[in-house]
Structure formats: structure tokens, C-alpha cells
């Protein structure tokens, strides 16, 4: 199974002020087509993950564009400008390259 | 707007049968154009894909439960259902049903609450 690594595992934020997830693959998620089958996810307390960023750099349907996706093959960033309340949760990249799909860890972020 | 789910029976003892549903309201089940699936997160553990099934009921399971699950789907009832045999504590999670977009690899889309089961006596 392709194994994912999250970096870091908390990250306390100040809104207003700028967060950077990363999450590397233990293998590239780089597909013969030229997409990266790389995903983010929200978690919020008490909800369901709610996806953020599919291929590598694709905000999902009505996500705000203050989240960036970036990367390539084992290596994949997440940035969120300007950090709002109601960006706390865990986050968890996840690859969709192979089949098991597999997640991270998550990262949980929250406000200092 | 889509909606998925999820019911079934909170408690299973050890060495019976977990069985999972998931209604999907507000959309069609018939399209090529998605999976449907399960996942799973354990009490404090990352998130981990159990599986999906295709509109024709063609199946993609998680090795490391290869042997114990089944995942099928009825359009006609807007329903997909998961059973996961022989049970033990370490299959006590949140699990959850959500939709996979197949063309643009748009990822799951829409998921369920999730569904709290508890493995114990």
C-alpha cells in the first residue's frame, strides 16, 4: 500500500495569518495521463470529511479560494491565506492513485 | 442536493456480522459516472478506505479486509450496503458512506454523517 506522511501533526493558527500542511506519498502519485491522484480533506469537530482539493491542485465545488493545493509525484502542500475560525479541524491528504486508497495521519489545526 | 445515509445496528458482538446501509436521496444511483463507497475511522485513528462498488455492482475492496467484507448495491431501492464478517474490537469506528466522482477524479464528494459501531459482548 502506498503509504501517507503528514507534516505537521498540530499546528496551531492565528487568524488572518497564513498555514502550510504538507504530505508526502511513500510513492508518486503521478499518473501516465500528467495528474497527480492527490486529495485534501476537512474534517470540522463532529462532521464528516469534506473534500478540499482533488488532483493535486483542484478546489472542490465551493471551496474558498483561500485554500491552494500545489505539488507533484511524492510531494503536496496545502496553504490557507488568511486562516478564518471556521478553518479548524483535521486535515488529511489522501491518495487516489491505487487501490486501497490510503490516508494520512491528518493534521489538526486550531486557533491559538 | 445529494444526501447520503447511513443506518444500521450500533452494537455487534464479536464474531457476528457488522451490516451497514447507505440511502442515497436527491440524485441518481445509475450513472457511470460514480462509485460508491465506504470508510472508516477507528477512535483516534486516520481514516481508512474500506471499499467501493460501481452502478453495475462491480467491487473494490481494501486487501486487509478482502476476506471478511462484501459491498453490493440496489439502484432500485437508492441504497449500497456493507457487510463486514466475523467482527472483532478492532473494527469499533465511524463509518461512513460517501460518493466518488469517476470522470475528472473529482474525490468523494459527498459522505454520510457516519455511523458510530461498537464491537463488544
Known amino acids: 500500500d502506498i503509504v501517507m506522511t503528514q507534516s505537521p501533526l498540530s499546528l496551531p493558527v492565528t487568524p488572518g495569518e497564513p498555514a502550510s500542511i504538507s504530505c508526502r506519498s511513500s510513492?508518486?502519485?503521478?499518473?501516465?495521463?500528467?495528474?497527480?491522484?492527490f486529495e485534501w480533506y476537512l474534517q470540522k469537530p463532529g462532521q464528516a470529511p469534506q473534500l478540499l482539493i482533488y488532483l493535486g491542485s483542484n478546489r472542490a465545488s465551493g471551496v474558498p479560494d483561500r485554500f491552494i493545493g500545489s505539488g507533484s509525484g511524492t510531494d503536496f502542500t496545502l496553504i490557507i491565506n488568511r486562516v478564518e475560525a471556521e478553518d479548524v479541524g483535521v486535515y488529511y491528504c489522501m491518495q487516489a492513485l491505487e487501490t486501497p486508497n490510503t490516508f494520512g495521519p491528518g493534521t489538526r489545526v486550531d486557533l491559538k | 442536493q445529494l444526501q447520503l445515509q447511513e443506518s444500521g445496528p450500533g452494537l455487534v458482538k464479536p464474531s457476528e456480522t457488522l451490516s451497514l446501509t447507505c440511502t442515497v436521496s436527491g440524485g441518481s444511483m445509475s450513472s457511470t459516472n460514480y462509485y460508491w463507497g465506504w470508510i472508516r475511522q477507528p477512535p483516534g485513528k486516520r481514516l481508512e478506505w474500506i471499499g467501493t462498488?460501481?452502478?453495475?455492482?462491480?467491487?473494490y475492496y481494501n486487501p486487509s479486509l478482502n476476506s471478511r467484507i462484501t459491498i453490493s448495491i440496489d439502484t432500485s431501492k437508492r441504497q449500497f450496503s456493507l457487510k463486514l464478517k466475523s467482527v472483532t474490537a478492532a473494527d469499533t469506528a465511524v463509518y461512513y458512506c460517501?460518493?466518488?466522482?469517476?470522470?475528472?477524479?473529482?474525490?468523494?464528494?459527498?459522505w454520510g454523517q457516519g455511523t458510530l459501531v461498537t464491537a463488544s459482548p
Open positions: 462498488v460501481y452502478y453495475n455492482g462491480r467491487t
Open positions: 460517501a460518493r466518488r466522482v469517476v470522470r475528472g477524479a473529482i474525490g468523494f464528494d459527498y
Open positions: 510513492q508518486s502519485l503521478l499518473h501516465s495521463n500528467g495528474y497527480n491522484y
